[in-house]
């Protein structure tokens, strides 16, 4: 045991001593290289201690500190290997070490040596492809190739290695390149094989399998690259084939043109459009580089942009201008010629004319540039000289490039002279309206010219800018032509005027000299209307109006000056600046009774001092009369209890003075209680139609008393008439309203006309009229038949209607009228016609004095009226007087009478005693160019001084209709008698008064009658007698009717539906017949009887007649000498007494109506 011990520690001290100093065998070899990756066993030689196997610890690091321990392998005991079971990494170190674990060799481990260590370092990998994939398509031309190494890469280098289409490797080689590596330069649809070698020193090369790939297809560019002569209006874009570039798919696509070469600036471009194709700007530029280039995108998500793919094109030469007008040579030429060419080409160009009396254009007469139209007519500016040779050319320029016409020529033609003959050049005080224009031809050209004259209000010669803006007229023939009216000169100015020459296709030939003239004022001379020759006026701030020898007031103003005295030194007053005729003074109103003197001044532009200018028209003189003398009225009618037959009468009343400037307030109440209502504030009239417009609304009621008063009011104070009372019947009926004016489709002469109307009987049972107008004559009822929704409701006083729209000029017109109860029709309608005039010069007559029932003393009073409108065109007036309301006369001691009276305004009537105490009426009828114009009617009580009056007729008339067999007729005297009066009263049931019943005596002006016939019309008149036995003329006629329609001869039924004429009955006659017509629409009527010779043998209606059917009677017996009134008497006048049998023509004439039969007279 001792000699073991002994030796196991001569081994350990021995074995110690190796540790320390021998380095056992080992592989891998310490410090090698390029060990084979795989390497998992270590063997070392074994390190004998002892006699017992020896036991090894055994650890593997992957750095040299062995702190980073990768396997061990511990107590391998009796070995000298060890084996791993972790794979080892390429191209990677690794530290290893060994010892003994058991030193005393006793079998047990733990008695450690110390490490011995080792190193190795493991062979690099082989490298792997791994992009484009093997056997890829579409590839970049300048692809990216990537691989992987496995392991540790210190100390490896790679190698590219490749060749294109068919070959071996090495092929092309690449060497230090470097994972991702981007080949550069490849071709279109090109083949590519290539592998990477992996190299370090020491080791042997690594080559990795090979792959292929095939790059892209190249695009095919439309046009072709490096086309010429493309067309720049057909090539309107560029176009290429697919580009399959590396990506998931083909396109989208950016596109880059450049007008030139690429400067990195593209003048057109899109980003990622999937079309194959770029629209260009057309049309493109001529003779122009053009440079593009596509390419396809990473839009599609499958890489990065493509490669730009550039190409080039070249537009076609810019082609010349081709020249059309004026022909080459052509001969003629105006002296401002239009220049016209056309050119081929396509997009913006400008050109420049040329026109030079050389053909090498050495000198122009015209260079202009810049123009882009293809034709220029030449200004007068620019106008050429006569007779003379011209060369011209067009250059077309775009950009940098230009091209030349051809050279033309023509020759302008000859001068046309003018020789001016009016107005003569320098002269002055030229009429207007018209000026007449005109001009000699003196030689020149002789075709078919056209001679355009061109004027301008100037007082130096117009600029050809101010001749181009100038008036003109053109003449064609100057034979049929001159001299040529203008009436559109202004008056007092300066005026230039010259004569231009044309061809037919109106070019200038040539230019006449320039010649002024002046013209003369435009102020007319005003002639006075009214008031004028001393006439008095009722009022102290009248209506002045004047005419002037023109309707056109364009440009006149008027100044209105009037004076105390007809120096105009004392008391004078002006107004300025009246646009009218007429005008209302409304200055400080004029003492009455002094006369005072006025004039007009008539201005032409007053205020222009280059054209004002006026003339004063002579003076008139007028007395105002706005405050006269008032004195008590009388009431003359309805009073003392009088029965009326009407629900609207007329009030009457009369002084015993001139009521010139006097004017009346009315009252009245009804009796039995109640205060009184004014009805009438300042009427000059001495009556008042309680049917027409009042001051305060009033209704009588039928069985109803009432009292009414007036009120005369003058420059000394009102005065008070007594109180007068009358009855309204309650026996009355409902009356109807009759168109008066126009009816029968006369000439009216304003675009807004005024319709009128009356009342027929009483108002009672009517709370209203409803009027209608239209352009058609259809059915009444229809709402379409006016434009004011079916009518337009009027107050039961009116009595006229303005139609306030302006009608059409020339187009006839009809209206109609009705009563109504609330929304119910009661009467029938009434209608009328007329026509809208064209005529623009008409003219209006109005009444001045005396109207209005004016009472006047003397029997030759003076009549005055006046004229407004067109009144230059007055040829003369005409005076209608009568002592009948209807201003037909009669038999005598009833008269009517027409007087012209020239151009007078007045006229005074002459002495006729026969005229004392009758109510006298006038109108007057003015005469003009155009036409005619007749006034209302206006009436006038001349004083009777003791002598009788003829009465007029008070209750009841108009038809009236009473529902009883009893009636009180009434009347009054419109002016007082110095001598008392009686009355004779005189009524029948036919208009001629056959078989009347007549009652004399009477002190009363009423009469009672009863026994009256139902259903039947009633005639009746009154005079009056003085104490000296003379008897007045009778009053008008008078109507009412009992209970009933119409009948006789005044008849009026349902209105007809035509106009027509009947056959007289009996037929053959003797002594009398009947004769029958009918009125479809209110007409002035004539009827007349004739012989065979034509003569005319008796009047048996001549006057306006309302819409009915009528009966009038024709009696041989008839035998008085002046003409009776059919509508008083119911026949006509036999001019002729003596008539014999045979057979004789009777004639109807309704507005434009005529119908004419024969009948047999046999004795």
């Keep these: ?52 196997p020896n036991i090894y610890d055994f650890e593997i690091h992957t750095n040299g500190a062995y702190t980073s321990l990768l396997e061990v392998g511990q107590q391998v005991t009796g070995t000298v290997n060890a084996v791993i079971g972790t794979a080892l990494a390429f191209n990677t170190t690794y530290y290893w070490r060994v010892r003994n674990a058991d030193l005393n060799d006793d079998g047990v481990a733990g008695d450690n040596d110390v490490w011995v260590n080792f190193s190795f370092t493991t062979e690099i990998a082989t490298p792997v492809l791994t992009a484009p994939t093997d056997v890829a398509t579409n590839q970049l031309t300048s692809p990216i190739l990537n691989w992987t190494l496995a392991g540790g890469t210190g100390g490896v280098t790679f190698d590219l290695q490749y060749y294109v289409g068919i070959g071996a490797f090495p092929g092309t080689t690449v060497t230090g390149v470097t994972a991702p590596h981007t080949l550069a330069g ?96 057309n ?6 580089l053009y440079t593009w280039r596509v390419r396809d995108t990473d839009t599609d998500g499958g890489g990065a942009n493509g490669t730009w793919h550039q190409f080039t094109f070249t537009t076609q030469a810019i082609p010349s201008p081709v020249l059309v007008t004026p022909a080459n040579t ?51 500016a620019r106008k050429l000289a006569n007779n003379t040779t011209y060369y011209w050319r067009v250059t077309a320029t775009q950009g940098a490039n230009t091209a030349i016409s051809s050279v033309w020529s023509f020759k302008t033609i000859p001068v046309v002279s003018i020789l001016p003959i009016n107005p003569i050049n320098g002269s002055v005080n030229v009429e207007l309206s018209p000026t007449y224009f005109s001009f000699q031809v003196v030689n020149g050209f002789t075709g078919s010219l056209k001679y355009k004259v061109q004027y301008f209000a100037k007082t130096t010669v117009p600029t050809i800018a101010e001749w181009g803006g100038s008036s003109n007229f053109t003449l064609t023939n100057l034979l049929s032509e001159l001299p040529y009216p203008v009436s559109t000169l202004l008056a ?12 037919s296709s109106d070019e200038v030939v040539s230019y006449s000299g320039s010649y002024f003239f002046t013209t003369k004022s435009g102020a ?110 009388f009431l003359a009618y309805p009073i003392g209890s009088t029965t009326v037959y009407t629900t609207t009468p007329t009030l009457y009343w009369y002084t015993g003075t001139s009521t010139a400037g006097v004017v009346f307030d009315v009252y009245i109440k009804l009796s039995s209680a109640g205060s009184y209502t004014k009805v009438a504030d300042n009427t000059s009239n001495l009556f008042l139609d309680l049917s027409g417009v009042l001051l305060n609304p009033f209704t009588l009621a039928a069985g109803s008393t009432y009292n009414w008063y007036a009120v005369a009011e003058g420059g000394n104070g009102a005065f008070t008439s007594t109180v007068g009372t009358f009855i309204v019947s309650s026996s009355i009926g409902t009356g109807y309203p009759v168109a008066s004016w126009p009816v029968g489709n006369p000439s009216v002469y304003s675009l807004t006309p005024t319709v009128y109307w009356y009342m027929y009987g009483s108002q009672t049972g009517l709370t209203k009229y409803v009027i209608k107008y239209s352009q058609t004559n259809t059915d009444l009822s229809q709402a379409t038949w006016t434009g004011l929704g079916g009518g337009v409701d009027l107050a039961l006083s009116e009595t006229s209607y303005t139609i306030p ?32 005039s064209n005529t623009t010069t008409a003219v209006s007559v109005y009444l001045s004095t005396p109207i209005g029932g004016t009472t006047v003393y003397t029997l030759t009073p003076t009549l005055y009226w006046y004229a407004t409108g067109a009144v230059s065109g007055i040829t003369s007036y005409s005076l209608k007087y009568s002592n009948t309301s209807n201003l037909l006369g009669g038999a005598p001691p009833a008269f009517v009478t027409t007087i012209s009276t020239g151009l007078d305004n007045f006229y005074t009537l002459p002495s006729n005693p026969a005229l004392a105490g009758a109510t006298i009426y006038w109108q007057v009828t003015v005469n003009y160019t155009g036409g005619s114009s007749i006034s209302t009617t206006g009436s006038f009580v001349i004083d009777p001084g003791s002598s009788s009056v003829v009465p007029l007729a008070g209750s009841p008339i108009n038809n009236v209709e009473l529902r009883t067999t009893a009636a009180t007729l009434s009347w009054f005297t419109p002016a007082p008698s110095k001598s008392k009066l009686t009355y004779s009263v005189e009524y029948s049931d036919n208009i001629d008064f056959a078989n009347s019943k007549i009652v004399t005596g009477l002190s009363e002006p009423k009469l009672s009658v009863t026994g009256l016939k139902d259903n039947t019309t009633y005639f009746w008149r009154a005079k009056s007698l003085d104490a000296q036995g003379n008897y007045s003329k009778f009053s008008d006629i008078a109507t009412f009717r009992t209970s009933g329609n119409l009948t006789s001869a005044e008849q009026i039924s349902e209105i007809p539906s035509k106009f027509e004429l009947a056959q007289n009955y009996p037929n053959p006659f003797n002594p009398s017949t ?90």
């Design 1 to 52: 045991m001792k000699n073991k011990l002994s030796v196991l520690v001569l081994l350990v001290l021995s074995f110690s001593g190796v540790s320390f100093g021998q380095t056992p065998a080992v592989v891998p070899l310490d410090a090698a290289t390029g060990v084979t990756q795989s390497t998992a066993t270590f063997t070392w030689t074994d390190i004998a201690v002892g006699l017992n």
């Design 1074 to 1163: 009947v004769i029958s017509y009918k009125i479809q629409a209110a007409s002035y009527v004539t009827l007349k009887v004739y012989d065979v010779l034509g003569s005319e043998v008796a009047t048996l209606v001549d006057e306006h007649k309302q819409p009915g059917t009528y009966n009038s009677q024709f009696s041989i017996r008839q035998t008085n000498s002046s003409r009776l009134a059919g509508a008083e008497a119911g026949g006509g006048q036999v001019l002729n007494s003596q008539l014999g049998s045979g057979v004789y023509f009777y004639r109807l004439t309704a507005g434009n109506f005529v119908s004419v039969k024969k009948m047999l007279l046999i004795k």
């Design 330 to 380: 052509l001969t003629g030429v105006p002296i401002l010629p239009t220049f016209s060419w056309t050119w081929a080409g396509f997009g913006a160009v400008t050109y420049r004319l040329e026109v030079s009396t050389s053909n090498a254009f050495g000198t122009t007469v015209i260079d202009t540039t810049g123009l882009t139209l293809l034709t220029l007519t030449m200004p007068e």
């Design 524 to 633: 007319f001379t005003p002639y006075l209307s009214y008031p004028i020759g001393g006439l008095p006026v009722y009022t102290n701030s009248p209506t002045f109006s004047w005419y002037i020898g023109t309707s056109d007031l364009t440009n006149l103003t008027f100044t209105l000056i009037t004076a105390s005295n007809a120096g105009f030194t004392v008391g004078v007053d002006s107004v300025q600046n009246i646009a009218a005729l007429q005008y209302d003074w409304i200055v400080t109103p004029f003492a009455p009774g002094a006369t005072r003197y006025w004039k007009v001044k008539c201005w032409y532009k007053k205020g222009i001092s280059a054209e004002e200018q006026f003339l004063t028209s002579s003076t008139g003189s007028f007395i105002p009369q706005g405050s006269g003398t008032a004195s008590t009225p």
């Design 492 to 503: 007092n100015k300066k005026y230039y005027w010259r004569v231009v020459i044309l061809n």
């Design 186 to 281: 490849l071709g279109s649809n090109q083949t590519i094989t290539w592998r990477i070698v992996a190299k370090k020193a020491g080791e042997s090369d690594k080559y990795s399998s090979s792959r292929t790939f095939t790059t892209y297809t190249y695009p095919t560019p439309t046009p072709a690259n490096a086309a010429t002569n493309q067309n720049v209006n057909t090539l309107t874009q560029v176009s290429w084939t697919a580009i399959n570039e590396g990506n998931a798919g083909n396109g989208p696509y950016d596109v880059e043109v450049y007008i030139g070469v690429n400067d990195g600036a593209p003048d057109f471009f899109i980003n990622s459009t999937t079309n194959l194709f770029f629209v260009l700007t």
């Design 283 to 288: 049309p493109l530029l001529y003779n122009q």
């Design 805 to 836: 729209t302006n009608l059409t000029a020339g187009l006839k017109y009809y209206w109609a009228i009705a009563g109504y109860d609330g929304v119910t029709k009661v009467t029938p309608w009434s209608t009328g016609s007329f026509t809208v």
